[in-house]
């Protein structure tokens, strides 16, 4: 497994940008949210940790991860904002209905990075079980939420 012994909340903060100029908004699925809660802490904290202003940061909730695009194309037109991450969890159950949204999910956030002129940062874990999950919204693999928003930071550079 690639991630068996990698902390997803591990950056070197003196190679990341500060990020006290910049303006992100975060959209987070409620579905899950033992887990996307986890995840938007993770980013906040470290967006907080890398010089981002409070003030600066606008959380959007959505109902699921399939909504994640909407959400995001809906605050990038009203906000002003430098980079966006979308947060949300899915998780494998019996049936295709996992295949479908995450697919549909990772497309959606695609097509907003070809169309739109701000980054928009994938954060939505695709889970086989709840433990994967949990371990990689703070448990004993970091936190992915930390590592989309260091991503967010480098990529609002590039607009700066």
């Given amino acids: 497994m690639a991630t068996e012994n990698k902390n997803l909340s591990h950056y070197d903060k003196e190679s990341i940008p500060n990020a006290r100029e910049?303006?992100?908004g975060i959209v987070v699925s409620e579905w899950n949210a033992n887990i996307t809660e986890g995840l938007y802490q993770g980013a906040i904290d470290a967006l907080l940790d890398c010089g981002?202003?409070?003030?600066?940061?606008?959380?959007?909730?959505?109902?699921?991860?399939?909504?994640?695009?909407?959400?995001c194309k809906k605050l990038i037109r009203q906000e002003k904002l430098d980079a966006?991450?979308?947060i949300g969890s899915v998780i494998q159950g019996e049936t295709k209905h996992f295949d479908f949204v995450c697919s549909a999910t990772a497309q959606g956030i695609k097509d907003l990075n070809v169309q739109l002129d701000v980054p928009v940062i994938f954060c939505v874990l695709t889970d086989n079980t709840m433990q994967q999950a949990v371990d990689r919204s703070g448990g004993k693999h970091g936190n992915k939420g930390a590592e989309a928003a260091i991503a967010a930071i480098k990529m609002a550079t590039l607009g700066a």
Avoid at 52 to 71: H, M, Q
Wanted: charged share 15%.
């Fill in 22 to 24: 910049f303006r992100f």
């Fill in 84 to 86: 966006v991450i979308a």
């Fill in 52 to 71: 981002a202003l409070d003030s600066n940061i606008i959380r959007w909730n959505v109902p699921g991860s399939f909504e994640l695009t909407f959400g």
